[in-house]
């Protein structure tokens, strides 16, 4: 298995473009989440989602969108990149419903906007 | 509001000594936590959870305590390691299923 799948690794933007960070499991984990870190700070929810169709905010959604019309897919969306959101973004995902509901985690994707 | 905050941001341990790492949490509808280690350069890894439930977990060297009359939580390493140094962070799944993370420790582990 391959686990959570991140793409790309590492990506520079300029002010104002527009990217899509795209995130995959092969586990059938039925929630999935995006994070972002800023330097050495801790990890902040974006956007979570507990099934195909279904998404909703986390603490600091403000410049992003997402999307989940597959179980194995949740590709987070910025529309306008600004400085502000240069950090590394981690996916991740779990299944809800067993008696251990650890996250498990992408390898991130490094983010910076200038 | 949801919050997660750790009392300690950075912790210095000889080896082969106890560490704690000190964990805050301030939403008592809070039903499971988790503690995670991230190592540089790499994403969160879990290391042990505790539900609300309960209020101790023991794994290999690690164990976790959870006071929820105070809204605390703790992970103790034992005969810490200096693989072990790394940033410790708790988390916990809200009433919303939401998972929130506090700031962080960074444990460095003296040889």
């Known amino acids: 298995n391959a686990g959570v799948t991140q793409t790309p690794k590492f990506r520079i933007l300029k002010i104002g473009q527009s990217m899509t960070l795209q995130c995959a499991q092969d586990?059938?984990?039925?929630?999935m989440y995006w994070y972002r870190q800023d330097p050495g700070m801790g990890l902040k929810l974006i956007y979570y989602?507990?099934?195909?169709?279904?998404?909703d905010k986390g603490e600091v959604p403000n410049g992003y969108n997402v999307s989940r019309s597959t179980t194995e897919d949740f590709p987070l969306r910025l529309e306008l990149a600004a400085p502000s959101q240069t950090s590394v973004y981690f996916c991740?995902?779990?299944?809800?419903?067993?008696?251990?509901?650890?996250?498990?985690f992408g390898s991130g994707t490094q983010l910076s906007v200038l | 509001g949801e919050s997660v905050g750790l009392h300690l941001p950075t912790l210095s341990v000889q080896e082969g000594d106890n560490s704690i790492i000190n964990c805050a949490y301030s939403n008592s509808a809070s039903d499971y936590f988790i503690w995670y280690k991230q190592e540089s350069g790499k994403g969160p890894q879990f290391i042990i959870d505790?539900?609300?439930?309960?209020d101790k977990r023991q794994g290999q060297r690690v164990t976790v305590l959870l006071n929820k009359t105070v809204k605390h939580l703790s992970l103790q390493i034992a005969a810490t390691q200096p693989g072990d140094s790394a940033v410790y962070f708790c988390?916990?799944?809200?009433?919303?299923?939401?998972?929130?993370f506090g700031p962080g420790t960074s444990l460095s582990v003296i040889p």
């Open positions: 989602s507990v099934g195909a169709g279904i998404t």
């Open positions: 586990m059938n984990h039925n929630y």
């Open positions: 991740a995902s779990n299944h809800r419903g067993l008696a251990n509901e650890k996250l498990f």
């Open positions: 505790i539900r609300s439930n309960m």
């Open positions: 988390a916990e799944k809200t009433s919303y299923d939401k998972v929130i």
